[in-house]
């Protein structure tokens, strides 16, 4: 594994629970998502035909394009509903104090 | 025959204000005979009527012996009952069960009565008062500088929700209004950055110069503002500094079925003939029609049954939000309060009316 580098992308009280939101994150459009007090990122466009995720319906750990209605794991990025077939990249999340840091290979 | 679906809740919208009537309907019927009117919102039948200088929506059920109200009468006292003379007030209270006249009534004796009031010339309805919602703005609408004039009310075989989308909608121009609204040869549509906030979403559309269509119509620069759930005003910059709003509020009046209230505004010409500005309108209204009609469901389905694209992005973020705002009513009107108030900002514009916890969420 390579480095990986930690970026604030705001605060906790941002993101409601059980909401997602878009960040961009050394060019990258990452979705970051709230779940129980828990935080999670992956890649925002869908593997399937780039809808943007964090456009999407979070429900449980699952978030379902607003496409065409592929759902992945956001805690593993595994596509778990066709026609989504392809893993998302997923970003480990850190807090530290009320900051959310999103980890990126360097 | 309409599917249903479950990707929204109908219920949700019990807690928003809609119009049912103009005024002027209101008052027409008055005029007839001191007849109420009867209307349909969400599918309840409500008889809506001036009693005593306030307008009122009652349930349209006597809970004597069910007949409509709204074949009753109106009295300075209430509304009467047409089949046994029982009289209602505006608050619901029977007052009078004239084969009793001796008996006092209980307070129970009551017919439901939904909040009711009137803005913009049109009666407006709420059938649950749970939350603390507004009727929704109409910024032309009594501003000095624009000249609005009233649409005729039209009814449409499709839900509100459809009904509003289409309103919003900017890759139909070139096909559905090719030679009015657009033109063919250029389908492509900018993607819009979508706003939440104040209960409104709001995004603006920017023509490029290759959509302009000479002697066909003037692309210019659009605001949009959606006031959850179907409400929408549109604000046109010309490059002569004059503008023009078209408002509209799609009515939910059953499944599959919406009255849309309507005005068109403007700066320009304001002592000029109306009738010019209905006739565009009305030639946009019959090339959309023909389209929305042959939707099927009427009703918006869950994501897996239509297939989008990032063009329709605002449709994507409308949609969200109204299934965000279903979901919430299912738990109870604080968490549909929440979800009202909840902001989103994609765009970098500013907002006189940004609210304050707005600017955190505005990161990232």
């Given at each position: 594994?390579?480095?990986?580098?930690?970026?604030?992308?705001?605060?906790?009280?941002?993101?409601?629970?059980?909401?997602?939101?878009?960040?961009?994150?050394?060019?990258?459009?990452?979705?970051?998502?709230?779940?129980?007090?828990?935080?999670?990122?992956?890649?925002?466009?869908?593997?399937?035909?780039?809808?943007?995720?964090?456009?999407?319906?979070?429900?449980?750990?699952?978030?379902?394009?607003?496409?065409?209605?592929?759902?992945?794991?956001?805690?593993?990025?595994?596509?778990t509903?066709?026609?989504?077939?392809?893993?998302?990249?997923?970003?480990e999340?850190?807090?530290?104090g009320?900051?959310?840091?999103?980890?990126?290979?360097? | 025959?309409?599917?249903?679906?479950?990707?929204?809740?109908?219920?949700?919208?019990?807690?928003?204000?809609?119009?049912?009537?103009?005024?002027?309907?209101?008052?027409?019927a008055?005029?007839?005979?001191?007849?109420?009117?009867?209307?349909?919102?969400?599918?309840?039948?409500?008889?809506?009527?001036?009693?005593?200088?306030?307008?009122?929506?009652?349930?349209?059920?006597?809970?004597?012996?069910?007949?409509?109200?709204?074949?009753?009468?109106?009295?300075?006292?209430?509304?009467r009952?047409?089949?046994?003379g029982?009289?209602?007030?505006?608050?619901?209270?029977?007052?009078?069960?004239?084969?009793?006249?001796?008996?006092?009534?209980?307070?129970?004796?009551?017919?439901a009565?939904?909040?009711?009031?009137?803005?913009?010339?049109?009666?407006?309805?709420?059938?649950?008062?749970?939350?603390?919602?507004?009727?929704?703005?109409?910024?032309?609408?009594g501003?000095?500088?624009?000249?609005?004039?009233?649409?005729?009310?039209?009814?449409?075989?499709?839900?509100?929700?459809?009904?509003?989308?289409?309103?919003?909608?900017?890759?139909?121009?070139?096909?559905?209004?090719?030679?009015?609204?657009?033109?063919?040869r250029?389908?492509?549509?900018?993607?819009?950055?979508?706003?939440?906030?104040?209960?409104?979403?709001?995004?603006?559309?920017?023509?490029?110069?290759?959509?302009?269509?000479?002697?066909?119509?003037?692309?210019?620069?659009?605001?949009?503002?959606?006031?959850?759930?179907?409400?929408?005003?549109?604000?046109?910059?010309?490059?002569?500094?004059?503008?023009s709003?078209?408002?509209?509020?799609?009515?939910p009046?059953?499944?599959?079925?919406?009255?849309?209230?309507?005005?068109?505004?403007?700066?320009?010409?304001?002592?000029?003939?109306?009738?010019?500005?209905?006739?565009?309108?009305?030639?946009?209204?019959?090339?959309?029609?023909p389209?929305?009609?042959?939707?099927?469901?009427?009703?918006?389905?869950?994501?897996?049954e239509?297939?989008?694209?990032?063009?329709?992005?605002?449709?994507i973020?409308?949609?969200?939000?109204?299934?965000?705002?279903?979901?919430?009513?299912?738990?109870?009107a604080?968490?549909?309060?929440?979800?009202?108030?909840?902001?989103?900002?994609?765009?970098?514009?500013t907002?006189?009316?940004?609210?304050?916890?707005?600017?955190?969420?505005?990161?990232?």
């Amino acid at each position: 594994m390579g480095r990986v580098v930690y970026h604030v992308v705001g605060q906790r009280a941002q993101l409601r629970d059980g909401d997602v939101t878009c960040v961009v994150v050394e060019g990258r459009e990452i979705a970051l998502y709230r779940i129980g007090g828990e935080f999670f990122a992956t890649d925002d466009a869908c593997t399937h035909a780039h809808g943007s995720l964090c456009e999407g319906y979070l429900e449980g750990e699952e978030i379902e394009c607003p496409l065409h209605a592929g759902r992945f794991n956001v805690r593993t990025g595994e596509a778990t509903c066709s026609p989504a077939t392809e893993a998302l990249a997923t970003y480990e999340v850190r807090s530290d104090g009320e900051d959310v840091l999103i980890g990126i290979p360097a | 025959m309409g599917t249903s679906t479950t990707f929204l809740n109908e219920r949700a919208w019990r807690y928003f204000w809609h119009p049912v009537c103009t005024v002027a309907e209101l008052r027409a019927a008055a005029a007839d005979g001191n007849r109420p009117l009867a209307v349909t919102l969400l599918g309840e039948r409500l008889a809506v009527a001036e009693i005593g200088g306030r307008v009122a929506a009652l349930k349209d059920r006597c809970i004597h012996r069910s007949t409509k109200l709204s074949v009753g009468r109106v009295e300075a006292g209430g509304l009467r009952c047409a089949y046994h003379g029982w009289l209602y007030g505006a608050d619901g209270r029977c007052r009078e069960i004239p084969s009793m006249p001796e008996h006092s009534i209980p307070d129970d004796c009551r017919v439901a009565a939904h909040d009711a009031a009137i803005e913009y010339d049109l009666v407006w309805v709420r059938l649950d008062s749970s939350l603390d919602t507004r009727i929704p703005g109409c910024p032309a609408f009594g501003d000095a500088a624009f000249r609005c004039v009233a649409g005729e009310p039209y009814t449409w075989p499709t839900s509100a929700a459809r009904r509003l989308e289409n309103f919003v909608d900017l890759a139909h121009f070139p096909f559905v209004h090719d030679g009015t609204l657009g033109d063919r040869r250029q389908p492509l549509v900018p993607i819009a950055k979508v706003d939440r906030l104040n209960r409104e979403l709001r995004f603006r559309f920017v023509p490029s110069p290759e959509m302009q269509l000479p002697g066909v119509a003037l692309m210019a620069p659009t605001d949009y503002r959606l006031w959850v759930p179907f409400t929408v005003n549109l604000e046109f910059f010309f490059p002569d500094g004059e503008r023009s709003q078209l408002w509209m509020s799609a009515s939910p009046v059953e499944s599959g079925v919406c009255r849309s209230f309507w005005f068109t505004c403007r700066t320009a010409d304001r002592d000029g003939p109306d009738q010019p500005h209905l006739d565009f309108q009305a030639l946009v209204l019959s090339e959309d029609l023909p389209v929305i009609e042959a939707q099927e469901p009427p009703e918006i389905p869950a994501p897996a049954e239509e297939y989008s694209v990032r063009t329709d992005k605002v449709s994507i973020a409308y949609r969200r939000w109204l299934k965000e705002l279903s979901k919430a009513a299912d738990e109870d009107a604080d968490a549909l309060a929440r979800c009202l108030d909840s902001v989103r900002i994609e765009s970098d514009r500013t907002f006189d009316d940004m609210p304050p916890a707005a600017s955190a969420s505005a990161a990232g």
